[in-house]
């Protein structure tokens, strides 16, 4: 199973970012989002489409149907700069986590 | 408190042998949880290389299933990734990471595996 990832985003601070991550039938499965900054170990976001962990605000939202599944980060601050990947599980052939190229937003 | 650290050589020669070590702390690989191993090369997206659940079943990219053997000592709460014939396309940061359900809840640090000659 193959993800797609929309190209890097600049955004100004307060602004929103969306991030969107294609497959083919995307919406039938799960997806979940990561974060990763540069040294550090990434860190979910978005689990399930839509739902947030713990210590995650409201700023991050996750929508998920069709073929592409959406990440949107709302009133974009400076410590948002980061790589965020897209991820499903892959059920039929290699039954395990499959991860998206990733995004750089980088916060003007 | 959940919590994974990766240990390994940071240095190899090419046609070398990986072994890396996961330390689990705050959970055992019992019921219904995997640990799972990804890295991710410099500059480079992350990559899923194996995983393991609580009752030894164990998955291998295709990729890269020929190189690896992924096992697990309970006694010892810990996860080893064995990788075969290392070249300096397998330089980068191995990270192994806690899954309850479908995605990593938890990550370790990571630790940074270089291969040259």
């Known amino acids: 199973y193959v993800l797609t990832q929309s190209p890097p985003v600049s955004v100004a601070p307060g602004q929103s970012a969306r991030i969107t991550c294609g497959g083919r039938n995307i919406g039938d499965k799960r997806v979940h989002w990561y974060q990763h900054k540069a040294g550090q170990a990434p860190m979910v976001v978005v689990y399930?489409?839509?739902y947030r962990p713990s210590g995650i605000p409201e700023r991050f939202s996750g929508f998920n149907s069709g073929d592409t599944a959406t990440l949107t980060i709302s009133g974009v601050g400076a410590g948002d700069e980061a790589d965020y990947y897209c991820?499903?599980?892959?059920?039929?052939?290699?039954?395990?986590?499959?991860f998206g190229p990733g995004t750089k937003v980088t916060v003007l | 408190q959940i919590t994974l650290k990766e240990s390994g050589p940071t240095l190899l020669e090419p046609t070398q042998t990986l072994t890396l070590t996961c330390s689990l702390s705050?959970?055992?690989?019992?019921?219904?949880?995997?640990v799972a191993w990804i890295r991710q090369p410099p500059g480079k997206a992350l990559e899923w290389l194996s995983l393991?659940?609580?009752?030894?079943?164990?998955r291998y990219s295709p990729s890269l299933e020929s190189r690896l053997i992924i096992t697990k000592d309970i006694p010892k709460n810990q996860v080893v990734l064995t990788m075969t014939k290392m070249s300096p396309d397998d330089t980068g940061t191995y990270f192994c990471?806690?899954?309850?359900?479908?995605?990593?809840?938890?990550w370790g640090q990571g630790t940074l595996v270089t291969v040259s000659a």
């Open positions: 393991i659940y609580w009752d030894d079943t164990k």
């Open positions: 705050g959970f055992s690989l019992t019921s219904g949880v995997a």
């Open positions: 990471g806690y899954i309850g359900d479908s995605w990593v809840n938890y």
């Open positions: 991820q499903v599980w892959d059920t039929d052939t290699v039954h395990g986590p499959v």
């Open positions: 399930e489409d839509r």
